[in-house]
């Protein structure tokens, strides 16, 4: 990859990567400190990976640094009971987007990486896989947990409003 | 079988079985009665119920479902996989027949029917307003790695052209003057014809074929060359054609046609390293083809060399412009 091809994937790339760091760490800093570590390791490889791998191995190597955030931090990693997200409240709400992500906060983290990368990304089971370090098998049950889990909470919000 | 009496050295074995549930009523009720009359031995009896298998953790009933594996392909869909197949359907794993199944049966089921749109609905947005704002500050330039000898012709070259700028202008005499300087100076031969063709290409000699004017026989023609290159061929009025017979003129050594076009010859010259020194065996010049672009740019003889690494005697360099040379010796 070149320094244009880099650019190219900062320009491309950068705002997924930063929503991806952002829902798993519910702070607009340390998500923004993500971003910037993963393209400074991405930048050390650069001319070890092609442009069109970029792509998976920015989410990788965000995701081992969101990993690493988590165990460093120990902020509510593998419990999923997790606070709130920056900017959210837990009242009940009508769009069903506020809801979901309400609702992907109560989630464990695969399964929050898991969602993140299917949803927001577009990433086929093979592709999370990869980037997650799972086997397809194990993709499509933390998919399918969780989303029972997302409609569990939507019948719960439904019930109540 | 002589029955064994519990004491405070046994107590502990006696103990033990109780708790795995091999104590014997006869001897529980014994083993409760010493540690009632031994407080001493901390050994709380009533709140250290028996282990036993039965009293493990009971096991969801749902437990075994959810180790079983639904074969998407292959099992018929019922009330208690169906949600499985809603699912798989919404993220496209199910074929177009295994779907169309799937919509026909939940035509007779209107909770499962909820349940389908409930999971449509269940598909994560990303939010346009969370947009990484420091781009630019991501971005690389993109950088060589210029090797140090690059860097070190690089720096040499700047001293050359500012000694050069400065030196250039010093008196040259003429004689001095370098072989490049000497061909520039020489008048141009090379005449433009007509059409803008140069006449000092190499070209075969050939008569002026101009017609003659008959009535003015003897004024002089426009010639389309040179007049110093071209014979001259006005008729003599002294010509007698019946008793001279035709010769032509021996003009073709006295034009200067066969003369080397200028530009041959300033390349020709420039390509060759003017500088004794550079063929010395004691010298080396590391940034040659610097310094020949700065001979042929400045026509200046311009050279620079450092002693061979062979040469540990004498450790040193030349830099030479011209007739100004600097030199630098240090022995050690």
Do not use: C
């Not at chain 1, 760490?25 to 791998?53: C, G, P």
């Not at chain 1, 902020?75 to 992500?101: K, W, Y």
């Not at chain 2, 939940?106 to 947009?131: C, K, M, V, W």
């Not at chain 2, 061909?183 to 031969?189: A, C, D, L, Q, R």
């Amino acid at each position: 990859m070149t320094a244009k091809e880099y650019n190219l994937a900062v320009d491309q790339f950068a705002d997924g990567i930063y929503r991806f760091a952002l829902r798993h760490l519910k702070n607009e800093m340390s998500a923004k400190d993500i971003v910037q570590e993963t393209y400074t390791r991405v930048w050390i490889k650069h001319e070890d990976v092609s442009f069109e791998k970029a792509k998976s191995y920015l989410f990788t190597t965000a995701y081992h640094a969101i990993i690493d955030w988590l165990k460093t931090e120990k902020r509510g990693f593998a419990d999923g009971s997790n606070s709130e997200v920056a900017g959210t409240t837990s009242s009940p709400s009508v769009d069903i987007q506020e809801i979901l992500h309400d609702a992907l906060e109560t989630l464990p983290t695969i399964q929050k990486t898991v969602v993140l990368l299917r949803d927001y990304e577009g990433y086929n089971y093979a592709e999370i896989a990869e980037i997650a370090r799972l086997n397809e098998a194990q993709v499509k049950v933390y998919i399918f947990r969780a989303r029972k889990a997302l409609q569990a909470y939507i019948r719960r919000i439904d019930l109540v409003v | 079988m002589e029955r064994r009496e519990i004491n405070s050295d046994n107590y502990e074995a006696f103990y033990l079985d109780y708790l795995e549930g091999n104590l014997s009523a006869e001897d529980s009720a014994q083993l409760q009665s010493f540690l009632l009359l031994h407080p001493e031995l901390e050994v709380d009896f009533d709140d250290v119920p028996p282990l036993s298998l039965t009293h493990t953790l009971p096991l969801h009933h749902d437990f075994k479902k959810g180790l079983k594996e639904v074969d998407l392909l292959n099992d018929s869909i019922s009330e208690q996989n169906a949600e499985e197949f809603i699912i798989a359907h919404h993220e496209g794993l199910l074929s177009k027949q295994r779907s169309e199944e799937l919509i026909h049966y939940l035509q007779t089921n209107a909770p499962l029917q909820q349940l389908f749109h409930t999971y449509g609905r269940i598909r994560l947005e990303a939010s346009t307003q969370d947009i990484y704002p420091n781009k630019a500050d991501l971005k690389r330039k993109s950088s060589r790695i210029v090797p140090l000898l690059y860097l070190s012709g690089a720096a040499a070259a700047i001293v050359v052209l500012f000694l050069a700028y400065r030196f250039n202008s010093a008196a040259v005499t003429q004689d001095n003057a370098p072989v490049t300087a000497l061909k520039k100076s020489e008048p141009k031969t090379e005449k433009q014809d007509s059409g803008g063709k140069t006449s000092n290409e190499r070209q075969p000699f050939s008569w002026n074929t101009s017609p003659i004017d008959l009535d003015h026989p003897f004024a002089p023609q426009q010639s389309q060359h040179n007049t110093e290159l071209v014979p001259d061929l006005r008729i003599n009025p002294e010509f007698q054609p019946e008793e001279t017979p035709f010769q032509a003129p021996e003009i073709a050594l006295e034009t200067p046609i066969n003369t080397p076009p200028i530009e041959e010859n300033i390349q020709t010259v420039a390509s060759v390293p003017l500088t004794t020194k550079e063929n010395s065996p004691e010298f080396v010049n590391p940034i040659f083809p610097v310094t020949n672009v700065l001979t042929n740019v400045f026509n200046t003889e311009v050279d620079f060399g450092t002693t061979r690494k062979e040469v540990a005697d004498n450790r040193g360099f030349y830099i030479k412009i011209g007739n100004f040379e600097v030199s630098h010796n240090a022995r050690k």
